[in-house]
T-cell receptor, first 114, second 111 residues
Framework: DGGITQSPKYLFRKEGQNVTLSCEQNLNHDAMYWYRQDPGQGLRLIYYSQIVNDFQKGDIAEGYSVSREKKESFPLTVTSAQKNPTAFYLC?????????????FGEGSWLTVV | GESVGLHLPTLSVQEGDNSIINCAYSNSASDYFIWYKQESGKGPQFIIDIRSNMDKRQGQRVTVLLNKTVKHLSLQIAATQPGDSAVYFCAENDNFNKFYFGSGTKLNVKP
């Protein structure tokens, strides 16, 4: 099936650890995004990438890092510098341009600090 | 940044009734809008979209209305079913490939 696959679904992080969330898409979309969702709040953009080997900071990039070595993959690393990482993380992708700008989401990953 | 907001955080409707969920946006340059449905613990699911050159678009049991004059978007769900219970939120895009999302409205469908 075509879509966006996030893994793991649930992840626990100890204080001081870096963790990486995986995101893979087989939709042949150019753009990929990472959002953070906290209870009762809207989605906040962490990072986005429009092309391989290039990415841009979103509104809350501090404490996170990404890479885009392949078109279909956009992993997110939550570093120890992120002081409040417990949240629901959503990866998304879209076609670039004025046509077909719909953004599609994966099923999300829950990150909890223990 | 620009904001997208919702008027009602929670909406309760009787099964079979129609539901109307509202959204206000503030970026007059936004020209593309999407409604999403998000069930608990899952990723948002695309419902319907509309471009700024339209004021109404219909899908299966859903209709989106766009009023650019007052920067208002609404989602109408006909004959609401228990499976429609979820959080609904709108998104706007101004062709710079950044999307802005509202916090959502929780729809409760009572049997």
């Amino acid at each position: 099936d075509g879509g966006i696959t996030q893994s793991p679904k649930y992840l626990f992080r100890k204080e001081g650890q870096n963790v990486t969330l995986s995101c893979e898409q087989n939709l042949n979309h150019d753009a990929m995004y990472w959002y953070r969702q906290d209870p009762g709040q809207g989605l906040r953009l962490i990072y986005y990438s429009q092309i391989v080997n290039d990415f841009q900071k979103g509104d809350i990039a501090e404490g996170y890092s990404v890479s885009r070595e392949k078109k279909e993959s956009f992993p997110l690393t939550v570093t120890s510098a992120q002081k409040n990482p417990t949240a629901f993380y959503l990866c998304a992708s879209s076609i670039l341009g004025t046509q077909g700008r719909t953004i599609y989401f994966g099923e999300g990953s829950w990150l909890t600090v223990v | 940044g620009e904001s997208v907001g919702l008027h009602l955080p929670t909406l309760s409707v009787q099964e079979g009734d129609n539901s109307i969920i509202n959204c206000a946006y503030s970026n007059s340059a936004s020209d593309y809008f999407i409604w999403y449905k998000q069930e608990s613990g899952k990723g948002p699911q695309f419902i319907i979209d509309i471009r700024s050159n339209m004021d109404k678009r219909q899908g299966q049991r859903v209709t989106v209305l766009l009023n650019k004059t007052v920067k208002h978007l609404s989602l109408q769900i006909a004959a609401t079913q228990p499976g429609d219970s979820a959080v609904y939120f709108c998104a706007e895009n101004d062709n710079f490939n950044k999307f802005y999302f509202g916090s959502g409205t929780k729809l409760n469908v009572k049997p």
